[in-house]
């Protein structure tokens, strides 16, 4: 006769045994990297105060424990996570991502010369490098001869393309897991990896910015009757956008499922890149569609004859992230239309498309108040605050999608046309801060509705 509960039984094994008896394997998948054995006190017992060994486990007095099971915490104090940045490590990952951007940039340059010709050769394998992170072109001219002429031969170009970002991201995650992953073995480690590939980063672009400002004569040069272009890329675009980029890529890659489930700032981190992509997502496969039924919203915009040698999924993929920024009730400029939600029917837009940004701003609701949700599925209690840093971590990612998509062609009387496809940055992180705090926190507090 079995007794309940003894080890021969098939219940105590599955339920009371840790490791198998016959090779020692472990039952129960134990997380111990949430748990630290920490000292309870440096040098006396809390017991008895007996002064003790630092090396020793037990009190020499009364035999207290001196060591204590906690949850494993960090600190993330500025002093602490700057001072234990690897420079080095830091170097390997921006750097050879750099160099892929380089060898790409070749090929970039060779595809361009069938569309451009010899005007190609004047932009350099570095100014494409930088454009392709999103920099700004500036284009200006200097001459004695043409004064009379003011501005009309000085141009800029400010084009951030989603598409081209997709490039240094890429490489960017390459080269993080060739040289860094295997260093990545905690919450805090992560944020010292994300800041120092991002500084150095964006360093890299800007010596690269400094050092490819270039000039050209034209006609009878500087002291003649010609005049000279002098064209760069303005280094304090790539600053921001290379600090940017690789802090983002490295913080959202780098982030394991196990830092998810013990910090909350990364979990929620995490969820917010997703919600964003996926609100973005369905609002470029919304765009596509409409586009195949006939909807001209391309045309209203007015800017068909700007892009008619642009490939129209490209521009579709731009124009859905100005839609989304519309979405979540921020002011966008495209083309001739400035769209904000209150005035969307005094716009020459048609009717058809009105009501189809009507339905984005709906979709945009629908899905942050899903975040709402998710997050009282994981953090029942904590409604304020986890929907407070979820607003926090929104108004940064869509700040940044204002950042990397801004366009403002600025073509002045040689081009003969402007072109802005803009957000307003700042306005864009007050904004979505607002709203998806009141809408997430809707979301949160209608789950707990019975």
């Known amino acids: 006769?079995?007794?309940?509960?003894?080890?021969?039984?098939?219940?105590?094994?599955?339920?009371?045994?840790?490791?198998?008896?016959?090779?020692?394997?472990?039952?129960?998948?134990?997380?111990?990297?949430?748990?630290?054995?920490?000292?309870?006190?440096?040098?006396?017992?809390?017991?008895?105060?007996?002064?003790?060994?630092?090396?020793?486990?037990?009190?020499?007095?009364?035999?207290?424990?001196?060591?204590?099971?906690?949850?494993?915490?960090?600190?993330?104090?500025?002093?602490?996570?700057?001072?234990?940045?690897?420079?080095?490590?830091?170097?390997?990952?921006?750097?050879?991502?750099?160099?892929?951007?380089?060898?790409?940039?070749?090929?970039?340059?060779?595809?361009l010369r069938i569309s451009l010709g010899d005007y190609v050769s004047y932009v350099s394998i570095f100014d494409l490098i930088l454009l392709v992170n999103g920099g700004n072109l500036n284009i200006l001219t200097n001459s004695n001869a043409m004064m009379s002429y003011g501005d009309y031969y000085n141009f800029a170009f400010q084009i951030c393309s989603l598409i081209l970002l997709i490039l240094p991201i890429i490489c960017i995650t390459v080269s993080y897991k060739k040289f860094m992953k295997q260093?990545?073995?905690?919450?805090?480690?992560?944020?010292?990896?994300?800041i120092g590939v991002g500084a150095i980063y964006g360093i890299i672009l800007t010596v690269l910015a400094l050092v490819s400002r270039n000039s050209l004569s034209i006609g009878g040069g500087y002291l003649s009757s010609g005049y000279s272009l002098v064209y760069g890329v303005n280094f304090l675009s790539v600053l921001v956008r290379g600090i940017l980029l690789g802090f983002l890529s490295i913080l959202y890659i780098g982030t394991k499922k196990?830092?998810?489930?013990?910090?909350?700032?990364?979990?929620?981190?995490?969820?917010?890149?997703?919600?964003?992509?996926?609100?973005?997502?369905?609002?470029?496969?919304?765009?596509?569609?409409?586009y195949f039924i006939g909807l001209s919203y391309v045309y209203e915009f007015g800017i068909s004859g700007s892009i008619s040698n642009i490939n129209i999924f490209v521009v579709i993929?731009?124009?859905?992230?100005?839609?989304?920024?519309?979405?979540?009730?921020?002011?966008?400029?495209i083309g001739n239309q400035n769209l904000f939600l209150p005035n969307i029917f005094s716009t020459s837009l048609s009717i058809d498309f009105k009501l189809c940004l009507i339905a984005f701003?709906?979709?945009?609701?629908?899905?942050?108040?899903?975040?709402?949700?998710?997050?009282?599925?994981?953090?029942?209690?904590?409604?304020?605050?986890?929907?407070?840093?979820?607003?926090?971590?929104?108004?940064?990612?869509?700040?940044?999608?204002?950042?990397?998509?801004?366009?403002?062609?600025?073509?002045?009387?040689?081009?003969?046309?402007?072109?802005?496809?803009n957000m307003s940055v700042v306005l864009t992180m007050i904004i979505s801060f607002?709203?998806?705090?009141?809408?997430?926190?809707?979301?949160?507090?209608?789950?707990?509705?019975?």
């Not at 380089?102 to 595809?111: A, G, N, P, R, W």
């Not at 839609?323 to 921020?330: D, E, R």
């Not at 607002?434 to 019975?450: E, M």
């Open 183 to 194: 260093k990545n073995t905690d919450e805090l480690t992560l944020v010292r990896q994300a």
């Open 258 to 290: 196990e830092y998810t489930e013990s910090n909350m700032y990364l979990a929620i981190f995490k969820q917010v890149v997703n919600t964003v992509f996926l609100g973005y997502f369905i609002v470029f496969i919304l765009l596509v569609l409409g």
């Open 434 to 450: 607002i709203y998806s705090f009141i809408v997430t926190f809707i979301g949160f507090k209608l789950n707990n509705w019975d």
């Open 1 to 111: 006769m079995q007794v309940r509960g003894s080890e021969d039984t098939p219940q105590f094994a599955n339920k009371f045994r840790n490791y198998s008896k016959e090779d020692g394997s472990a039952y129960k998948n134990i997380n111990n990297k949430r748990f630290i054995l920490r000292r309870k006190n440096k040098l006396y017992c809390p017991n008895c105060k007996v002064k003790n060994e630092l090396s020793s486990l037990y009190c020499k007095e009364c035999g207290t424990l001196l060591e204590d099971m906690s949850k494993k915490t960090y600190d993330f104090s500025i002093s602490n996570v700057l001072s234990n940045i690897s420079i080095k490590d830091s170097f390997k990952v921006a750097g050879f991502a750099t160099l892929m951007l380089f060898f790409i940039s070749i090929v970039l340059k060779l595809i």
């Open 361 to 421: 701003v709906a979709l945009s609701a629908l899905i942050l108040l899903i975040s709402g949700i998710n997050l009282n599925n994981k953090y029942k209690t904590q409604a304020k605050k986890t929907t407070l840093i979820f607003s926090i971590f929104y108004a940064i990612l869509m700040g940044s999608l204002a950042i990397f998509t801004c366009i403002n062609v600025n073509g002045g009387s040689l081009l003969g046309y402007n072109i802005q496809m």
């Open 317 to 333: 993929s731009q124009l859905a992230a100005y839609i989304w920024g519309f979405a979540n009730l921020n002011p966008v400029t």
